[in-house]
């Protein structure tokens, strides 16, 4: 299988100050090189470009100073260490690939201050979105032992929100999670873009999401949507949702934006040990082992 590479001397995206000093802001132009309005609006509004500005504005002249010690691109997740030593996670989104994702800009992320490397969140491809928003995850866990006031946590697990009586949706497949809803309720309806082997449930394709979320009390939305662009998306056509809940590692552990657009809890992973998560990253391991070595459960639900 050949390789597919990106160019070796591939930028760093801008910043939106330098962004608009070349006239660069924006995706579409007329022919006299006007900016899209429709597009701008829609970048204005999406949830990395809010997230990555946020923890901006939260560190401010501090970010610059933090430096990216160590990347590790696994089969399941993206692991990033800061030079504070706080780590933060990702899942690695193979299958938006059909062929092999090499970076072209491998071995250049090492040293990087974390301002550049936070910004990989607003790139298109997904792998470098995932290393940025695994870098957003170090950061947000900073914030979340430097201003705890500011990120009140909650007790709630996933299970307490669903009732019997719920038709439930999960975008993504959390196999071990399956089993227990299955126990409250029956309603429960899987979009997954992969071929699940044996599901238990009735499971359907991504594209399907138009016709189930709108229908939905619960809606589990994995939050590897955000690596992937669907999550702006997925979210719109959460409908009268009950309970829409951004679950897994790859959540940052920064809720505010999230509640904002209509999140109502947010339920990631903070790593405790950010040097055993780089080995168990570079060795394959999932969500079981991050938990149990390296990481634990971190709540937040939206104050009614």
């Known amino acids: 299988m050949p390789e597919t590479e990106y160019p070796e001397k591939r930028k760093f995206p801008e910043t939106e100050e330098k962004k608009e000093k070349n006239g660069l802001k924006g995706i579409g132009k007329g022919k006299t090189g006007e900016v899209n309005k429709g597009e701008r609006k829609k970048e204005e509004t999406e949830i990395l470009p809010t997230l990555v500005n946020a923890l901006k504005n939260d560190l401010g002249s501090a970010l610059k100073d933090i430096e990216v010690k160590d990347v590790r691109i696994g089969l399941a997740y993206i692991g990033v260490l800061l030079s504070e030593n706080y780590g933060g996670v990702a899942c690695t989104p193979l299958y938006e690939f059909s062929g092999c994702p ?12 974390a301002d550049k490397v936070l910004e990989l969140a607003l790139s298109k491809n997904p792998l470098e979105a995932a290393v940025g928003i695994a870098t957003a995850n170090a950061l947000s866990h900073m914030l979340l032992d430097t201003k705890p006031e500011n990120f009140p946590t909650s007790n709630v697990d996933i299970l307490d929100l669903i009732k019997p009586e719920d038709r439930v949706a999960m975008v993504g497949y959390f196999g071990p999670l399956v089993p227990k809803i299955l126990k409250i309720t029956e309603k429960l309806t899987i979009l997954e873009k992969r071929e699940i082997e044996s599901p238990k449930t009735l499971t359907l394709p991504s594209e399907k999401a138009r016709e189930v979320l709108p229908v939905s009390d619960v809606i589990i939305l994995s939050a590897s949507t955000l690596a992937n662009r669907t999550f702006d998306e997925l979210l719109s056509l959460g409908g009268a949702a009950r309970e829409v809940v951004l679950l897994g590692p790859s959540s940052p552990l ?13 339920m990631g992973t903070r790593i405790f040990d950010p040097i055993t998560m780089l080995t168990i990253v570079s060795e394959a391991g999932g969500t079981k082992k991050l938990h149990k070595y390296c990481g634990e459960k971190v709540a937040f639900k939206k104050n009614k």
């Open 102 to 113: 090499a970076l072209g800009f491998a071995g250049s992320l090492k040293g990087k201050t």
């Open 254 to 266: 920064y809720p505010a934006p999230f509640f904002e657009r209509g999140i109502t809890a947010v």
